[in-house]
């Protein structure tokens, strides 16, 4: 399969294992064009009988995906709309990554905060950079919530009081500490973090399709409350995007700089409580 005219992706398959890019300046913001490319990639994903792992790594050492684009929320409905009882787009774009009958990796040597770290908890598999790998959900400090997955995958990973903690505390979590709670596999020295990677995406590659895609659906049939739980998270992060202060929240982030590279850069500490150093 060719994986050719993606705009914020870029794709090389090697025996096996498909390595894909993300290439999308200034910060890889999961906006519409990104999230179109990711919708047309999973689709080829699946189609590709002769590929048996997906990694997914960044052209941008300092951020892996910021987070959604603030700009696309902010369009969404001003009045909340009754609860949903199917998924929507974003929703059923990361299940069909989960479900997807490959082995998914994320290799994470700088940000992904948000949108970021939703599309990261959708992958089986996250592996990050000591020192300069950084996962966040930050929504609430804009009056919203993770509307991605996050609070339905994040406390299935790592547990509701520390998921409380990320989510509530907006705070960046580094490598070392998001390896001890779970949020990733493993934190590597970031020389070690490609060549290992690598080998495991390889190794995996090496076992038969039909293997790896049946080892997945047992693996996934252990937690079957999934669906419910975003529909939730959907019902009630919709609300929360109608909401006058989340608007006034969200028009304040873009005006101080928010979705800026030199803003993104900074972001962990702009939200640290007054008097914190």
């Not at 490319?37 to 052209?59: I, K, N, P, T, Y």
């Not at 990261?120 to 009056?143: H, K, N, S, T, W």
């Not at 990733?184 to 995996?204: C, D, K, S, T, Y």
């Not at 969200?250 to 101080?256: D, L, Q, S, V």
Request: glycine fraction near 8%; charge should be negative.
């Amino acid at each position: 399969m060719a994986y050719e005219g993606y705009s914020c992706l870029r794709v090389r398959t090697d025996r096996g294992v498909a390595f894909v890019t993300l290439d999308h300046p200034p910060v890889n913001l999961m906006d519409l064009p990104m999230m179109q490319d990711l919708h047309r990639l999973v689709g080829e994903l699946e189609a590709d009988a002769e590929l048996r792992v997906v990694v997914f790594d960044s052209a941008d050492p300092e951020f892996f995906i910021a987070h959604a684009d603030v700009e696309l929320i902010e369009q969404l409905p001003t009045t909340a709309p009754p609860k949903p009882t199917e998924l929507g787009f974003f929703h059923s774009l990361m299940e069909r990554y989960r479900t997807l009958p490959k082995a998914t990796i994320g290799k994470l040597e700088g940000r992904a905060r948000g949108g970021g770290s939703e599309f990261l908890l959708a992958l089986d598999m996250r592996f990050g950079a000591l020192g300069r790998a950084i996962l966040a959900q930050p929504e609430v400090a804009l009056g919203i919530i993770p509307g991605g997955s996050g609070t339905q995958r994040l406390p299935r990973l790592i547990g509701r009081a520390r998921a409380l903690e990320v989510i509530l505390g907006c705070d960046d979590v580094p490598a070392d500490l998001a390896e001890r709670w779970g949020y990733l596999n493993r934190a590597l020295p970031p020389a070690e973090l490609g060549p290992f990677v690598e080998r495991l995406a390889h190794r995996i590659a090496l076992f038969p399709a039909e293997a790896i895609a049946r080892a997945k659906a047992s693996v996934d049939a252990a937690d079957t409350t999934v669906r419910e739980g975003l529909l939730e998270e959907a019902h009630l992060f919709n609300q929360a995007v109608a909401s006058t202060d989340a608007r006034e929240r969200m028009a304040t982030f873009r005006t101080i700089g928010g979705q800026t590279r030199a803003f993104e850069l900074a972001m962990g500490d702009v939200f640290k409580p007054t008097g914190e150093k």
